[in-house]
């Protein structure tokens, strides 16, 4: 078959679908009125791009350009003439138009996989539009305020930073460490997408699980004060806060091999260890747990947007200062240092300690196993004090859980670091 026929076919193919989708779309939101444009015409502008692309490439040069300013000039008359009419002006369907004549000129110049990549998401994308709609009611304006900020303000700075060591010791690094901010806001924004797509009564246990992603500390802390409000519940926010803990380590799994998979490698195993007791807990209650205690909806850890800049600042600040403390402990005290250094770091940041480690590692300054050790001793000391959160804060029916499975955690958190 020659190729330009196939590359008509595989053009036309995702043209037409393209136009099912708007043909579908049209017909459910307008039902008693007939599609402008469907299946046929999507499809005719995908081989008009393939046609044009192949013209262009093998005989005229300009051509495709030229077909691409038609199209553009009959979508705007198209525009014009629907707004005038309906007074909508149907922006989706003339956009998707455009991309589908650059679609089939994609496919005349071999990027055959591209296209149907291409082709898929904008139909998932144009599907998704009342669900879209329905989520994006759930942000507030002061959500997306505080994301654009965020996102402008990253643009801006990660790029203008210096990429060089400054201060004692070679501590502070401007890019690194603005970059470190963006991982742990971009991780922690995922879930807190996440809670304001599930809702907040979808249960504890979700919410240990999206909370884990966003603040686990800041979820123990919750849960505990829901268990003493309702301790009909206490089993149930023992459950979140244990599974928050947990996710909190595939988290940090994420961040520390975005910068040192060597750390990653030498530290994987020894953090999926420590998960094997919530995970045996999670488990048991998924099998064994009913009903008495699930009554209700309660009421979940408050959400916050993690990409407020104040809070970005203060961890960027944080992060510089455990830099800072770990390499003076290691140039102070040696090898001790650096564990007592992680130990305390572990109390007040997980996420800090840990990109501090894994950044040390990857310029050279520290060696895996060293940083697997320092690592596993943060997290200990992180497991220890959520369990004392909520040993002094939850009630009796969400302590006795806690305790048990966070010991457990880091009682092998600690014999991980002896034996790593």
């Known amino acids: 078959m020659p190729e330009l026929l196939k590359a008509l076919l595989v053009s036309a193919s995702l043209g037409a679908l393209l136009g099912l989708e708007r043909q579908w779309s049209g017909q459910r939101t307008h039902p008693k009125t007939e599609t402008v444009a469907g299946a046929r015409t999507f499809a005719v502008w995908a081989a008009l791009g393939t046609l044009c692309a192949w013209i262009d490439r093998g005989h005229q040069p300009g051509i495709f350009l030229a077909g691409f300013v038609g199209m553009v000039l009959l979508v705007s008359l198209f525009l014009y003439r629907r707004a005038v009419r309906d007074r909508d002006i149907g922006l989706t369907t003339a ?26 998401l904008l139909v998932v994308l144009l599907a998704s539009k009342d669900w879209l709609h329905k989520m994006s009611r ?9 994301a654009l900020q965020f996102a402008a303000v990253t643009g801006i700075v990660l790029p203008l930073v210096p990429d060089k060591p400054y201060g004692p010791y070679g501590a502070f690094n401007p890019f690194n460490i603005w970059l470190m901010v963006v991982l742990v806001s971009g991780l922690g924004f995922a879930g807190y997408v996440a809670v304001r797509i599930f809702g907040e009564n979808r249960g504890l246990a ?22 003493k409000d309702r301790p009909g519940v206490g089993y149930v926010c023992a459950l979140a806060v244990i599974l928050a803990c ?6 940090v799994a994420v961040l520390v091999g975005t910068v040192s998979p060597t750390l990653l490698a030498s530290s994987a195993p020894w ?9 045996v ?15 209700g909806p309660a009421r979940p850890a408050e959400a916050h947007n993690p990409l407020n800049l104040r809070v970005a600042i203060q961890f960027a600040i944080l992060y510089a200062l455990i830099v800072l403390l770990v390499r003076w402990a290691q140039d102070v005290f040696g090898g001790t240092g650096l564990y007592v250094a992680s130990f305390f770091a572990g109390l007040t940041d997980l996420d800090a300690i840990s990109l501090s480690l894994a950044q040390l590692q990857n310029a050279g300054h520290l060696a895996a196993s060293e940083g697997t050790r320092a690592l596993l001793v943060a997290a200990m000391a992180n497991a220890l004090l959520k369990a004392g959160m909520a040993a002094a804060l939850g009630s ?20 991980a670091a002896w034996f790593a």
């Open 95 to 120: 956009g998707v138009s455009l991309a589908t004549y650059l679609l089939g000129g994609l496919v005349a110049y071999g990027e055959v996989k591209t296209s149907v990549v291409v082709a898929v």
């Open 138 to 146: 759930k942000f507030t304006s002061t959500d997306v305020y505080e």
């Open 206 to 227: 979700m919410t240990g699980l999206l909370g884990g992603l966003a603040s686990s500390t800041a979820t123990t802390l919750a849960m505990s004060r829901e268990s």
């Open 246 to 251: 947990t996710v909190m380590l595939g988290r």
């Open 271 to 279: 953090l999926a260890l420590m998960a094997v007791p919530a995970l």
């Open 281 to 295: 807990f999670a488990a048991w209650s998924w099998r064994h747990f009913r009903g008495g205690e699930t009554a």
């Open 396 to 415: 009796a029916s969400m302590r006795r859980p806690v305790l048990l499975v966070l010991g457990a955690t880091a009682a092998l958190a600690a014999g």
